[in-house]
């Protein structure tokens, strides 16, 4: 399986930067040797110079030979909006160890060909510094490897069992597990769910231990027994484009898609807000005129707007204010889940930002095996400065350009990623219209779909 | 307009019982005459000889004649479920007042044909005696009506203004409006979740005044300016079907749907389980033998499902125990939204319900005047009994096969609705399979869509 990756920053018209030396992006975080590859490439074509310290070969299927992964650690490029660069990323091959029924709290450590394997993408989007990122990119494959090995019985079964033991307490255990409709992709959600909040305590320990700040979105695509499980907390992207479909497998979350859930949290605990923010929306910060005069609102039980009489504790600042990719929560953040952020707090006051947030990932469920499934057929994944600027159709449309007339080309996945890229910064065709260029930070995945299912080796 | 409403409740294989007097029905509610008509038909053809004291006739577009509406208050029927019909129903027109720009408080009553109208529909399926139904369906219209006229002026305007008096504070007012993306029908929404609410406490109010008990749940369509609005709360349903389409216009809420809501609420108040309940959900109830065993189990943050070792605690009644119907609050109640049930105490505790029902129902809009409408494109509104037995499919082929071939026929939407109460009974073609048969109240409504565009004489 070979799959494109590219992340970019650039300036408008700027020239593509070289390649930084490795050290500020490491550093000052500590530096944990990732058990699984971290893959990027900083230029087109880099992938087949990337080192390869894993040497198992992985078929790619859309050309029937054996090739190497082009995951290898490369260097991540910044150009301008941070000091270090806060898009991390990482992927890899996920070997989850088998335990026996019985041998519950002894791992048998099986060949490899017994391990149940997977793949594993992840794109992380750092705010207020690249701490965040850095350590979920080098953890959360971790995490996610942990979880599942801790239910990798049920994974393995036909339907998980009611005790993780496999024994039967009850007789009819069988019967209440199906009549829930409990399934072996419901363990990967559960664990896919685990694996993000154990990720978010792992950063806001080390990031307290170094004293460094700062957050991240993760969103993740992990390919296991003929599924692709997508895990989002943020407002990064993904979306499977067939030839005749785009399917979104993610949503985003932020301050406006969460805003009744953050609501509600104010309405339960006042004191979150310490008397400095107004829990209700109005369509725009209100003033003294607006006193005693009767505006449109939204509480936190309305999807509608009506009208209330203005008081004074309306003038306050707004929970969430702005709309669209200006909306920020207490006129900070944009986002409302990810990880990290522990130590966040509102400038000069004493408010923090964590209770508002979720690092509880949404997670969609692909079954890859029941598509038929063509050569062209590809998941993008990327963090929101592509999605910014280009819609869903929009990025379809170029995978469907270019992806058919460069089938013998083996890293014609990486050169689509880079495509993506470039058509942010204006470069490609004039798709986006009127100079709408990204002035963020961009990091694209392009996964082929065409041999997910055959490719793990799940019962 | 014509439409087509029925309810009854069935014992398998017995006669359509007669009407009963209406004494038991009205009493022990203090009666109270509705403002709207209430609409029920007892036995097929009873839609002609209803009482009409609405004479304002109603163009039947479909056979482009004028046709009384056949919304008489009628008798409902009872057969066996509980001593007082539990199903209740109200119809008819809703006149909305127009107020003047800064004529606030003050109301211009206009002539008839000044009024901004629509149409109404509601079902109501009470539990615990039938007292809260009664008072919702002599209530909830005119908690709609009130809340509709008090933003009438957002209603009629192009988009609505930032304050109910018109005027402009700051000069981009509009422009806020306009980015947040606020319309007309976002305060029809907010109309129908504050109606919901208001009439909610009405209940809670009443049923203590009169030491009543009881609760129902509530799905309303209004037609009003060429958009139906269908706001539910409860596990009744409404879809539109077409000659190629079946689309869902609600969904339910039940103690599984809203299990994440229900166990979040308990996770910040444990105290609402009294030392009871255990909040988490597991396949089925545990016991002593479970003790120290890893099993499956799901918190309110999970979709998915993990492994936890029993505790103690885990051997308490769970919050929401039971799967699909039998799926129970608290061991008490099977939906998880409605009115009333202000009273509601677990048995033998003095462990609340109310705390973790809403009242606010979630709202779809179905732009009428964007269809392109058949003759026989309809709406289908039923209370959970019809569900429990037929399938979406199930209805929308009854449907198809029975309009086009009446079209001649002005009851057709009644008779309608009467079938689709006779195929819970088994007796239509099979059509339930293996002698499925609904036991429960059934009430539905059949509503034709093809000029509730053209109906509405608002803006």
């Known amino acids: 399986m070979s799959a494109g990756w590219f992340r970019r920053r650039f300036l408008p018209g700027e020239p593509l930067p070289a390649p930084r030396p490795p050290g500020p992006r490491a550093s000052p975080v500590p530096y944990q040797r990732p058990r699984f590859l971290r893959g990027s490439c900083s230029s087109p074509g880099a992938a087949e110079a990337s080192r390869r310290p894993d040497s198992r070969p ?24 941070s000091e270090f660069n806060e898009d991390q990323a990482a992927c890899g091959k996920l070997c989850i160890r088998r335990c026996e029924f019985g041998a519950e709290e002894e791992w048998l450590t099986l060949c490899p060909e017994e391990f149940l394997t997977g793949h594993y993408w992840a ?37 998980p069992p009611m005790h993780l033991s496999g024994r039967c307490i009850c007789p009819s255990d069988p019967q209440f597990v199906e009549e829930k409709g409990i399934k072996a992709e419901d363990l990967v959600i559960g664990a896919l769910e685990s694996a993000f909040q154990e990720c978010d305590e792992v950063i806001g320990r080390e990031l307290e231990a170094s004293g460094q700040v700062g957050g991240c979105t993760a969103l993740v695509a992990v390919s296991l027994q003929g599924k692709l499980y997508v895990a989002n907390a943020g407002d990064s992207r993904a979306i499977l484009v067939r030839r005749d479909e785009i399917r979104p497998l993610s949503s985003e979350f932020t301050p406006e898609t969460e805003r009744q859930r ?22 725009r910060r209100l003033k003294g005129d607006d006193l005693g005069q009767k505006v449109l609102f939204r509480d936190h039980h309305m999807r509608g707007w009506s009208y209330k009489r203005v008081d004074k504790s309306d003038l306050k600042y707004p929970l969430i204010h702005g709309q669209g990719r200006q909306a920020r929560l207490l006129g900070t953040l ?59 159709e929009q990025v379809a449309w170029l995978v469907r350009s270019f992806l058919p007339g460069n089938q013998e080309d083996p890293h014609r996945f ?46």
């Not at 992985?58 to 909006?81: F, H, Q």
């Not at 923090?352 to 947030?357: M, R, S």
């Open 123 to 159: 794109l992380f989007d750092g705010h207020g510094g690249p701490a965040a990122a850095i350590l979920a990119a080098n953890t959360l494959h971790s995490c996610l490897r942990r979880q599942l090995e801790a239910v990798v019985e049920g994974l393995v079964a036909t339907r």
């Open 414 to 459: 990486l050169k689509l990623a880079q495509m993506l890229i470039h058509s942010t910064q204006g470069k490609e065709d004039g798709l986006t219209g009127e100079g709408q260029v990204s002035y963020d930070d961009v990091s694209v995945f392009v996964i082929p779909l065409h041999s997910q299912g055959q490719d793990s080796n799940g019962p």
């Open 262 to 283: 953050i609501q509600q949290l104010a309405f339960v605990y006042p004191e979150l807000l310490a008397g400095e923010f107004t829990r209700l929306e109005f369509p």
């Open 58 to 81: 992985v078929r790619s299927p859309a050309r029937g030979r054996a090739l190497p992964w082009n995951a290898g650690y490369a260097e991540i490029i910044n150009a301008e909006k």
């Open 334 to 392: 944009a986002v409302s889940r990810g990880l990290g952020d522990h130590q966040l707090r509102v400038l000069d006051t004493n408010i923090q930002l964590k209770p508002f947030l979720l690092s509880v990932p949404q997670v969609t469920v692909l079954d890859v095996d029941q598509l038929e499934l063509q050569e062209d057929d590809v998941v993008v994944m990327a963090t929101d400065g592509l999605w910014d600027v280009l819609s869903n």
